[in-house]
C-alpha cells in the first residue's frame, strides 16, 4: 500500500524510515511512504502557507491554495502508480481511530494523509478535497506529523509479512478486544518475585487457559468497556466466573455482578 503525506515538516518522517518494523516493511517493499511540502505549492516570493483567520482570534490557519496543490500532486503521483488513495486530515476534530479503523485503513490501495499545523486548515479544503477527518486520541498535540505516524505504524505493522512471526498481528492486544496477559523470563525468581507456577508446568493446555484468564480479568478490572463491547463467550464467562468466585464476598464481586 501507499502513503503519501502532505506536511511542513517532511524530515520528521525520517523516524519512520530509520530503524523498526515500519523502516523493514518500506524497504520490503510492502508500502510507500513519499511526503508532500505545501510550501513547495505556494506561488508567491515568501512561498507563504497560512494567514491570518477571518474573524480575528489567535493564531493562524493554513491556505487552501498550497495544500490543495499538494494534496492534488500526491493524488497523481499515486494514481499513475496504480494507486486510488483517499485523502485523510489529522485533526482533534476528527473521528477517533481503533483498532477496527486501522484494519480498513490497511485494506486500501493509499492515503493521502493531511498533517495540519498552527490552528489548523480552511474549513474549504476539508469539504472539497478531504475524505475522512481523523483523531488519534483526546490529547492535545502540537500537530498533525505524529499523529500520522502513529497511524502509519499502526497500518504497516498489519500487513502481511510486516512482522516476525505470521500470526503476531492476530494476536495482538485489541486484536480480539482483549487486553494482553502478563509476559515472563528468565530468571524464574528476581527481587523475591517468582513466575506463575502453571507457566513453567509444561502443560501447554494448562498455560493457554491461563493466559486467556489473565487476558480476560485483566480486561474486565481495567477496561470493562471493550468487555462490554464485545461481550463474552460461554467459555470465557466460565473463566471469568472461576476468578471472580475465588474473590467471593469481596469488593470485586460487587463489581462483577453489574458487568
Ligand atoms: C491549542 C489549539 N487548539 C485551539 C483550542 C486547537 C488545536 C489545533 C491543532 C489543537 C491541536 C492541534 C494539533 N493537533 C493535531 O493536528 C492532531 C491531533 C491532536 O491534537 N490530538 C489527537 N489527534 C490528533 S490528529 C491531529
Not at 524464574?188 to 509444561?202: A, C, F, K, T, W
Amino acid at each position: 500500500m501507499r502513503f503519501d503525506v502532505v506536511t511542513l515538516f517532511p524530515e520528521q518522517f525520517r523516524i519512520l524510515s530509520d530503524e523498526g518494523v515500519v523502516a523493514r516493511a518500506l524497504k520490503r517493499g510492502l508500502a510507500s511512504l513519499t511526503t508532500w511540502n505545501p510550501r513547495d505549492f505556494a506561488t508567491d516570493a515568501q512561498r507563504t502557507v497560512d494567514d491570518r483567520p477571518y474573524g480575528g482570534g489567535p493564531g493562524m490557519v493554513m491556505k487552501v491554495a498550497p495544500l490543495r496543490e499538494a494534496i492534488a500532486a500526491a493524488k497523481h503521483a499515486a494514481a499513475v502508480a496504480g494507486h486510488d488513495s483517499r485523502v485523510a486530515y489529522l485533526s482533534p476534530q476528527g473521528r477517533r481511530l481503533a483498532q477496527a479503523d486501522m484494519q480498513r485503513i490497511a485494506a486500501a490501495p493509499g492515503w493521502v494523509l493531511v498533517a495540519g499545523r498552527y490552528e489548523g486548515v480552511d474549513e474549504r479544503l476539508l469539504e472539497a478535497h478531504v475524505d475522512e477527518e481523523w483523531s488519534i486520541g483526546d490529547y492535545v498535540l502540537s500537530g498533525g506529523e505524529l499523529a500520522a505516524m502513529v497511524v502509519m505504524d499502526a497500518v504497516i505493522r498489519l500487513l502481511p509479512g510486516a512482522l516476525g512471526h505470521a500470526d503476531s498481528a492476530a494476536q495482538d492486544s485489541h486484536g480480539d478486544g482483549l487486553l494482553d496477559c502478563p509476559h515472563y523470563t528468565r530468571p524464574e525468581l528476581i527481587d523475591g518475585r517468582s513466575v506463575p507456577p502453571v507457566l513453567l508446568s509444561g502443560d501447554h493446555a494448562a498455560i493457554a487457559r491461563w493466559r486467556r484468564q489473565q487476558a480476560l480479568v485483566r480486561t474486565w478490572q481495567r477496561r470493562p468497556d471493550l468487555l462490554r463491547a464485545r461481550g463474552l463467550g460461554e467459555d470465557d464467562r466460565a473463566l471469568l466466573d472461576e476468578f471472580m468466585r475465588g474473590r467471593a464476598g469481596t469488593a470485586a464481586e460487587q463489581e462483577r455482578n453489574e458487568t
